[in-house]
Each structure stands twice: as C-alpha cells, then as structure tokens.
C-alpha cells in the first residue's frame, strides 16, 4: 500500500524517476546505431518518452490529497483546519510516553482506526503500529509478554523439577528477564518504538502541502 506521502514525494521528484534512467538508457543502446534491424530512432524516441511523464504534478498531487480526504477523516479534519496531521500524530502518541509505552492497553477500536487512516497517509513504518491499542492480552507490550514468558518458564520448571515451588516461584523472573534481554538487545524491529521515531517529518510535510494547495 502506498501512503499519501509516498505519492506527493513521487511527485515532487517526478522527473527524476523516469527522465534520468531514460537518459541512461539510451547511452546503453548506442552501442546498436547504425544496426538496420531493428530501426531504431533514439533521439525522438526519447523526445516522445520525456514529453508523456510532463504531467501536471501540483494539479495530481491536489488530486490525491482531495480523494484520501473522502474516507479519511484524519486528512479530513486537517484540511478543514480542526487540527493539523502533526498535532492528531502528537495525540495518538500520548499512550506510548513514559512507562506507558511498556503497558497493555485496553481495546480501543476507535482509536485503531485512526492509527490506520494515520497510517494511510504517512506510511506503515517507524512504530505507527504500536499507537494501536489492541487489547490486554494481545503480547504487543512488555508487561504482557513477560507474563506469558514467565507461565511457560513457570510450567517448564514445574516439569523437569517434579513441582518443586522454590523453583516454580522463580519463572516470573526468567520470564521478565528474557524478555527485557530480547526487548534491549535482540529486537531489531519492536512493536512500541519510542515516539522521537515516530514519521513526524513526513507528517510536517503533509501540512505543508495542505496549507501550500488549500
């Protein structure tokens, strides 16, 4: 899925996305001049290709802006001026401030899916799916995955040492130990990322082509 964002930012570097590999393309191929067959003309071949990627780019990218804004109410309330999309991304980010980013939430489907219009117009990337609130019991926070860490711990130990509750008692501590050692050291890509990553340069550059275009 390509975000709005990601079709502005084509636009702006229209040109460059098809003009230059053309440009490159065609010193390949002057490797076959003079070749009869196929006849190849490349200088106006070239002509026609640059003339058909002229397009009106300010008139397309108003275009795209206008037809997300029809479902999408995030877009909608910036273009009506109610609240720019750095300041509803400011909001969405509140739950994940301090300790709490590190807390189970409880479900909150309205919330989910403004995170998902959000997402259609900065992109799916940089954490914005850990401004969902899925649910207590979904393991998409450390809390949670430390609890059900340490029941498997707990259960194993159980096993292997015939129900012996000193060492029962210890799974809530492998638990949480392994997952802060996996959530610190190991996960590359976490669910919850901290809010200073989160896409606020892409967000700015929505609200400029709002209050450049409207």
């Known amino acids: 899925m390509h975000s709005l964002y990601d079709k502005l930012y084509a636009l702006d570097n229209f040109p460059d996305f098809f003009v230059e590999p053309l440009e490159k393309f065609r010193e390949k191929m002057e490797i076959f001049e003079g070749i009869e067959y196929p006849p190849v003309d490349w200088s106006n071949t070239m002509s026609v290709l640059t003339d058909m990627v002229k397009i009106d780019t300010t008139g397309a990218q108003r275009t795209f802006i206008e037809g ?26 509140e739950v994940n401030e301090g300790f709490r980013r590190f807390m189970p939430r409880f479900k909150d489907n309205t919330r ?85 990553n989160l896409p606020w340069r892409r967000a700015e550059y929505l609200d400029q082509k709002i209050s450049e275009f409207f």
């Open 68 to 93: 997300e804004a029809y479902s999408n109410n995030v877009l909608s309330d910036a273009l009506t001026g109610k609240r720019s999309l750095s300041d509803q991304l400011e909001e969405l980010s």
């Open 112 to 196: 989910n899916i403004k995170v998902e219009q959000m997402e259609k117009l900065v992109g799916i990337h940089d954490g914005t799916s850990g401004l969902r609130s899925n649910g207590i019991s979904i393991p998409d926070n450390t809390i949670t995955r430390s609890i059900y860490l340490s029941g498997i711990f707990s259960a194993l130990m159980g096993i292997f040492t015939q129900g012996n509750p000193y060492t029962i008692a210890m799974g809530p501590v492998f638990g949480s130990v392994a997952e802060l050692t996996h959530e610190t050291f190991l996960d590359d890509n976490p669910i919850r990322v901290p809010n200073k």
